[in-house]
């Protein structure tokens, strides 16, 4: 999706990859092995200086629980882990996500849903006051941003909708 748009993207798997980042991904997954993985690479202490530091950070389903206070500790909310439901529950749904369409010439917003794909998703079970609320479905939060950083209980990759990820990069 990054790289449709024209953003040069890579993966980072140990901490030298994040030299020269200009912004980082956070993508979906399970976070129980997401976890793991970033004790066993030292990346932690790294990806916490990265946000602090200012890099736009877009975590997306696993990603959103990765940036909770209980994980990186880097939002100032508590994610609920498979909230929807487990793999069975999976679904779609049409939700109004809040600064994803606005038009360049008006600076306005226009009110076309987002197509989001929920996979055993999460949702913000709590949130503190510096996390602005973007999306809600069946009145739990799916969608937040606080300073740098934006969350998504969703997959917006499985889509053809860039609008997430345009929002993302225009903060980049």
């Known amino acids: 999706m990054l790289r449709g748009l024209g953003a040069d993207a890579c ?9 020269g980042l200009e912004g980082l991904v956070i993508p979906g997954g399970e976070s129980t092995t997401m976890t793991l993985g970033i004790a066993r690479e030292g990346l932690a202490d790294p990806l916490r200086e990265l946000a602090r530091a ?16 209980e994980h990186l500790g880097l939002m100032d909310m508590r994610a609920e882990r498979n909230a929807f439901g487990r793999q069975l529950q999976s679904f779609e749904a049409d939700i109004d996500v809040r600064g994803i369409d606005m038009d360049p010439t008006t600076h306005t917003a226009s009110s076309r849903p987002l ?5 055993r998703a999460p949702w913000i079970a709590e949130h503190g006051p510096g996390v602005e609320v973007l999306a809600v479905l ?9 300073e ?4 998504v209980a969703f997959h917006a990759e ?13 903060t980049v």
Not at 54 to 64: D, E, H, K, R, T
Not at 158 to 170: E, I, K
Request: glycine fraction near 8%; charge should be negative.
């Open 11 to 19: 993966e980072v798997r140990v901490p030298g990859d994040l030299d």
């Open 54 to 69: 200012g890099i736009p950070v877009l975590g997306s389903c696993a990603g959103l629980i990765m940036l909770d206070r």
């Open 115 to 119: 197509r989001a794909v929920f996979i």
């Open 138 to 146: 069946d009145g739990h939060p799916v969608a937040a941003r606080q």
């Open 148 to 151: 740098n950083m934006l969350a």
């Open 158 to 170: 499985l889509t053809d909708d860039d609008r997430v990820h345009r929002l993302f990069l225009s």
